[in-house]
Protein backbone atom coordinates (compact mmCIF):
# COMPACT_ATOMS: atom_id res chain seq x y z
CA UNK A 1 0.00 0.00 0.00
CA UNK A 2 2.94 2.57 0.95
CA UNK A 3 4.35 1.46 -2.24
CA UNK A 4 1.52 2.07 -4.47
CA UNK A 5 0.96 5.76 -2.70
CA UNK A 6 5.00 6.37 -3.30
CA UNK A 7 4.59 5.23 -7.20
CA UNK A 8 1.62 7.06 -7.73
CA UNK A 9 4.02 10.21 -6.49
CA UNK A 10 6.97 9.68 -8.42
CA UNK A 11 7.25 11.14 -11.82
CA UNK A 12 7.32 8.82 -14.88
CA UNK A 13 9.86 9.22 -17.25
CA UNK A 14 10.67 7.95 -21.05
CA UNK A 15 14.72 8.11 -21.94
CA UNK A 16 15.09 8.31 -25.68
CA UNK A 17 18.63 6.68 -26.70
CA UNK A 18 20.96 6.14 -29.58
CA UNK A 19 24.02 4.81 -27.90
CA UNK A 20 25.71 3.38 -24.70
CA UNK A 21 23.50 4.87 -22.45
CA UNK A 22 25.83 5.34 -19.34
CA UNK A 23 23.31 8.77 -18.46
CA UNK A 24 20.92 6.67 -18.64
CA UNK A 25 22.33 4.49 -16.41
CA UNK A 26 23.36 7.05 -13.92
CA UNK A 27 19.83 8.40 -14.24
CA UNK A 28 18.56 5.39 -13.54
CA UNK A 29 20.59 5.24 -10.56
CA UNK A 30 20.05 8.50 -9.10
CA UNK A 31 16.02 7.28 -9.24
CA UNK A 32 17.07 4.10 -7.41
CA UNK A 33 18.72 6.13 -5.03
CA UNK A 34 16.03 8.73 -4.19
CA UNK A 35 17.91 11.56 -5.46
CA UNK A 36 15.59 12.08 -8.04
CA UNK A 37 11.68 11.37 -7.61
CA UNK A 38 11.05 9.94 -10.42
CA UNK A 39 10.77 6.33 -12.38
CA UNK A 40 12.06 5.27 -15.59
CA UNK A 41 9.02 3.79 -17.27
CA UNK A 42 10.62 3.22 -20.27
CA UNK A 43 13.32 3.37 -22.93
CA UNK A 44 13.30 3.53 -26.93
CA UNK A 45 15.86 3.71 -28.98
CA UNK A 46 15.85 4.37 -32.78
CA UNK A 47 18.63 1.87 -33.20
CA UNK A 48 18.23 -1.67 -32.79
CA UNK A 49 21.02 -2.82 -30.95
CA UNK A 50 21.88 -0.13 -28.94
CA UNK A 51 23.63 -0.57 -25.45
CA UNK A 52 21.56 1.88 -23.86
CA UNK A 53 18.36 -1.35 -24.76
CA UNK A 54 20.64 -4.16 -23.23
CA UNK A 55 21.53 -1.68 -19.98
CA UNK A 56 17.77 -1.28 -19.25
CA UNK A 57 16.88 -4.46 -19.98
CA UNK A 58 19.71 -5.59 -17.27
CA UNK A 59 17.98 -3.05 -14.52
CA UNK A 60 14.28 -4.67 -15.51
CA UNK A 61 13.23 -1.33 -17.18
CA UNK A 62 10.70 -2.25 -20.50
CA UNK A 63 13.08 -1.32 -23.21
CA UNK A 64 12.11 -1.30 -27.13
CA UNK A 65 13.40 -0.88 -30.30
CA UNK A 66 11.09 1.53 -32.50
CA UNK A 67 11.62 2.07 -36.13
CA UNK A 68 12.68 5.92 -36.95
CA UNK A 69 11.86 5.89 -40.29
CA UNK A 70 13.84 6.90 -43.50
CA UNK A 71 15.23 10.07 -42.58
CA UNK A 72 18.84 10.00 -41.23
CA UNK A 73 18.57 13.15 -38.68
CA UNK A 74 14.67 12.86 -37.61
CA UNK A 75 11.64 10.61 -37.12
CA UNK A 76 9.27 10.88 -39.95
CA UNK A 77 5.43 11.93 -38.80
CA UNK A 78 4.32 7.52 -38.86
CA UNK A 79 7.54 6.81 -36.53
CA UNK A 80 6.75 10.39 -34.44
CA UNK A 81 3.29 9.50 -33.72
CA UNK A 82 4.23 5.60 -32.80
CA UNK A 83 7.31 7.35 -30.23
CA UNK A 84 4.20 9.71 -28.36
CA UNK A 85 2.02 6.47 -28.66
CA UNK A 86 4.29 4.40 -26.73
CA UNK A 87 5.50 6.91 -24.02
CA UNK A 88 1.57 7.90 -23.47
CA UNK A 89 1.12 4.08 -23.13
CA UNK A 90 4.05 4.04 -20.49
CA UNK A 91 2.18 6.99 -18.67
CA UNK A 92 5.32 8.75 -19.52
CA UNK A 93 5.33 12.41 -17.59
CA UNK A 94 8.89 13.89 -19.23
CA UNK A 95 11.19 12.79 -22.26
CA UNK A 96 14.90 12.76 -21.30
CA UNK A 97 16.78 12.67 -24.24
CA UNK A 98 20.23 10.61 -23.58
CA UNK A 99 22.05 10.51 -26.60
CA UNK A 100 19.15 10.18 -29.03
CA UNK A 101 20.84 11.09 -32.73
CA UNK A 102 17.63 12.63 -34.10
CA UNK A 103 15.80 16.17 -34.25
CA UNK A 104 12.10 16.00 -33.06
CA UNK A 105 9.65 18.47 -34.56
CA UNK A 106 6.49 19.75 -33.82
CA UNK A 107 3.85 16.87 -33.09
CA UNK A 108 6.41 15.20 -31.18
CA UNK A 109 7.35 18.68 -28.46
CA UNK A 110 3.49 19.65 -28.44
CA UNK A 111 2.45 16.13 -27.29
CA UNK A 112 5.34 16.96 -24.42
CA UNK A 113 5.01 20.97 -23.98
CA UNK A 114 8.52 21.63 -22.30
CA UNK A 115 8.73 18.27 -21.23
CA UNK A 116 11.52 17.26 -23.25
CA UNK A 117 15.13 17.68 -21.95
CA UNK A 118 18.43 17.30 -23.68
CA UNK A 119 21.98 17.04 -22.54
CA UNK A 120 24.83 18.20 -25.26
CA UNK A 121 28.71 18.05 -24.50
CA UNK A 122 29.62 21.17 -25.22
CA UNK A 123 29.13 24.74 -23.37
CA UNK A 124 26.52 25.88 -25.71
CA UNK A 125 26.16 27.77 -27.70
CA UNK A 126 29.48 26.84 -28.64
CA UNK A 127 29.59 23.63 -30.67
CA UNK A 128 26.27 22.50 -31.75
CA UNK A 129 25.60 19.30 -33.02
CA UNK A 130 27.49 15.88 -33.21
CA UNK A 131 30.58 15.36 -31.93
CA UNK A 132 31.28 18.34 -29.48
CA UNK A 133 33.97 17.61 -27.30
CA UNK A 134 36.50 17.35 -31.15
CA UNK A 135 34.95 20.42 -32.02
CA UNK A 136 36.18 22.43 -29.27
CA UNK A 137 39.30 20.44 -29.41
CA UNK A 138 39.51 21.13 -32.94
CA UNK A 139 39.00 24.71 -31.86
CA UNK A 140 41.50 25.19 -29.37
CA UNK A 141 38.78 25.93 -26.40
CA UNK A 142 40.41 26.14 -22.83
CA UNK A 143 37.34 25.18 -21.21
CA UNK A 144 34.34 23.62 -22.22
CA UNK A 145 31.46 21.76 -20.81
CA UNK A 146 28.49 20.65 -20.39
CA UNK A 147 24.75 21.77 -21.38
CA UNK A 148 21.22 20.39 -19.90
CA UNK A 149 18.42 22.37 -22.47
CA UNK A 150 14.72 22.01 -23.12
CA UNK A 151 14.47 20.45 -26.23
CA UNK A 152 12.71 22.78 -29.00
CA UNK A 153 12.52 21.99 -32.71
CA UNK A 154 16.77 23.33 -33.94
CA UNK A 155 19.35 21.93 -32.80
CA UNK A 156 21.04 22.10 -29.63
CA UNK A 157 18.63 25.21 -29.41
CA UNK A 158 16.28 25.12 -26.04
CA UNK A 159 16.23 26.89 -23.15
CA UNK A 160 19.33 26.52 -21.30
CA UNK A 161 18.73 24.57 -17.44
CA UNK A 162 22.07 23.80 -15.87
CA UNK A 163 25.61 23.92 -17.19
CA UNK A 164 29.02 23.02 -15.76
CA UNK A 165 32.81 23.62 -16.96
CA UNK A 166 35.12 20.86 -18.14
CA UNK A 167 38.93 22.30 -17.96
CA UNK A 168 40.74 21.56 -21.61
CA UNK A 169 44.39 20.08 -21.10
CA UNK A 170 46.88 20.17 -23.13
CA UNK A 171 47.29 16.34 -23.93
CA UNK A 172 43.85 16.10 -24.38
CA UNK A 173 42.55 13.41 -27.20
CA UNK A 174 38.89 13.59 -28.14
CA UNK A 175 38.34 10.13 -26.32
CA UNK A 176 40.07 12.07 -23.06
CA UNK A 177 37.91 15.18 -23.02
CA UNK A 178 34.81 13.11 -23.81
CA UNK A 179 35.25 10.61 -21.08
CA UNK A 180 36.01 14.19 -18.78
CA UNK A 181 32.83 15.65 -20.24
CA UNK A 182 30.97 12.23 -19.49
CA UNK A 183 31.88 12.30 -15.94
CA UNK A 184 30.28 15.37 -15.82
CA UNK A 185 27.49 14.55 -17.45
CA UNK A 186 26.45 11.87 -15.15
CA UNK A 187 26.37 14.58 -12.46
CA UNK A 188 24.81 17.61 -13.99
CA UNK A 189 22.01 15.12 -15.80
CA UNK A 190 19.92 13.80 -12.66
CA UNK A 191 20.31 17.46 -10.51
CA UNK A 192 18.86 18.86 -13.68
CA UNK A 193 15.71 16.17 -14.05
CA UNK A 194 15.20 16.43 -10.66
CA UNK A 195 14.80 20.03 -10.58
CA UNK A 196 12.35 19.56 -13.47
CA UNK A 197 10.45 16.71 -11.88
CA UNK A 198 10.46 18.56 -8.76
CA UNK A 199 8.77 21.98 -10.33
CA UNK A 200 11.37 23.51 -9.80
CA UNK A 201 12.11 25.50 -13.16
CA UNK A 202 10.13 28.38 -14.79
CA UNK A 203 10.95 29.22 -18.48
CA UNK A 204 10.54 32.60 -19.12
CA UNK A 205 10.83 33.17 -22.94
CA UNK A 206 14.91 31.98 -23.79
CA UNK A 207 15.24 31.78 -19.21
CA UNK A 208 15.26 29.26 -17.25
CA UNK A 209 14.55 30.23 -14.06
CA UNK A 210 15.17 27.83 -10.71
CA UNK A 211 12.54 28.44 -8.26
CA UNK A 212 14.40 26.94 -5.11
CA UNK A 213 17.71 25.38 -4.88
CA UNK A 214 18.43 21.88 -3.94
CA UNK A 215 21.88 19.94 -2.70
CA UNK A 216 23.16 18.13 -5.71
C1 LIG B 1 26.54 12.21 -24.30
O1 LIG B 1 27.86 12.67 -24.42
C2 LIG B 1 25.55 13.32 -24.47
O2 LIG B 1 26.03 14.56 -24.09
C3 LIG B 1 25.27 13.31 -25.95
O3 LIG B 1 25.33 11.96 -26.33
C4 LIG B 1 26.18 11.25 -25.44
C5 LIG B 1 25.42 10.06 -24.94
O4 LIG B 1 26.24 9.20 -24.19
N1 LIG B 1 23.99 13.93 -26.23
P1 LIG B 1 25.61 7.97 -23.42
O5 LIG B 1 24.90 7.10 -24.43
O6 LIG B 1 24.69 8.51 -22.39
O7 LIG B 1 26.80 7.28 -22.81
Same mark, same amino acid.
Given at each position: ?55 ? =? ?22 ? /? ?19 ? =? ?24 ? =? ?23 ? /? ?30 ? /? ?13 ? /? ?16
Amino acid at each position: MTLDIQEKTLARLGVLGSGKGSNFVALAQACNAGKVPATIAIVISDVPDAGILDRA =RALGIPACYLPPGPFRTKLDEQSE /EAYVAALRDAGVDYVVLAGFM =RVLKGRFLRAYPNRVVNIHPSLLPAF =RGLEAWKQALDYGVKVTGVTVHFVD /EGVDTGPIIAQAAVMVEDDDTPTSLHQRIQEV /EHELYPAAVAALVRG /ELQIEGRKVRRLTRTGR
